[in-house]
């Protein structure tokens, strides 16, 4: 299971008892967290405190995170980076961490070129792009020697195909990869490029596929015993009075591994989601900005960002089965216009409310919501 918890659904500022970008993304082998805007550490206290209370059994912990996927560089994204960084090392934190985000052509080439700490200038590189607000946390205290925890920093440049490298503040240095790394044991995590006015890209976690269920009664049925029953359904194949039986006839068709895309600042008519569709590669949750309804199509094109209808054209263009709304402007105080126009071109949609959680598995999915004293299932958000 996938489980996804929304602690920030608003837009550039806080508003409406909602707060700016931040999720955590639960899977088997530990926590995701995407985006992290301003207070983000005091709403995981204060979420992690009602998940006990109600005698839920998840803790968010910024000590269970292990992977930091930053979408972009506006500041409601990415504010509370340093301060959770500096939380983890007062906490103890002796893990490695990771964080991996979007910079532009022009920053990778010169730190590729003059190394972590190259001087920035250029006029063209967006004064909040990741690499320059690195370098700021680095200075501040984001090193090893003075958090006492490893932590890898990669970014990733989509000027020409996919470019990743790895940043050493410690010695400075700057590595290209030749392969997207490895960002998070047990899932794929994957980068999507997505249209907004600083480097940006979607994020999506993907489990592995699931095997198909073993059918135990056909191999009884043959009269084997035990030992060769449990061997078939081990992936061994045997042989059985001279004729040889294959463990994979036995076994259903595999399981498309779960996976959640989370869309981050964009605005519509992203083409590396139109391939997603082509590639049947769409994800079973895709939760994506719609700053705007209908009526202000023109400012969300003018700040790239979405509509909900946009959202929408995005879940259907990348096949993606259920869309949950986020990142609402200050001018939507009640989602249920931006349900309803997005609901037009993708009947399984739900607009998310900070403290949502969202659980995706092979048996559905379903939206939690906090009433103030506890969490329940809002029937029919999604088909
Ligand atoms: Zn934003």
Sequence with gaps: ???????????????????????????????ILVDC???????????????????????????????LLLTHGHLDHCWGVLPLMQSMALDGRN???????????????????????????????????MARQWQQWWSLGATIDQLGYEVDWYVVDFSTGERWMRLNPESGESELLETPPVLFDGAEVRPHETLHSVPSCAWSVTLADKPGRFDSEKAVGLGLDDSAVNKLARGIDIEVDGKPLTAADFRGDSRKGLSVMISGDTKGGVPS????GEQGEGPNLLIHESTYTDIKQDKAEEWMHSTAKDAAKAAQAMGAEHLLLTHYSSSIEDTTISISEARELHASCYAADDGDIIRVSYDGISLLRWDGRGWSQIENAFL
């Design 273 to 276: 989601f139109m391939e997603l």
């Design 1 to 31: 299971m996938l489980e996804v918890h929304v602690l920030g659904t608003s837009s550039a500022r806080p508003a409406y008892g909602r707060e700016v970008s931040g999720s955590v993304i639960d899977t088997p082998s530990g926590q």
């Design 37 to 67: 805007g301003e207070g983000l550490q005091l709403r995981m206290k204060e979420h992690s405190a009602r998940l006990k209370n109600c005698g839920m059994q998840q803790r968010l912990r910024h000590t269970r995170i292990r992977l």
């Design 95 to 129: 893990k490695p961490f990771v964080v991996a985000a979007p910079i532009s052509d022009i920053s990778f080439d010169a730190m590729l070129h003059g190394g972590a700490y190259v001087s920035l200038d250029d006029p063209g590189i967006p004064r909040v792009d």
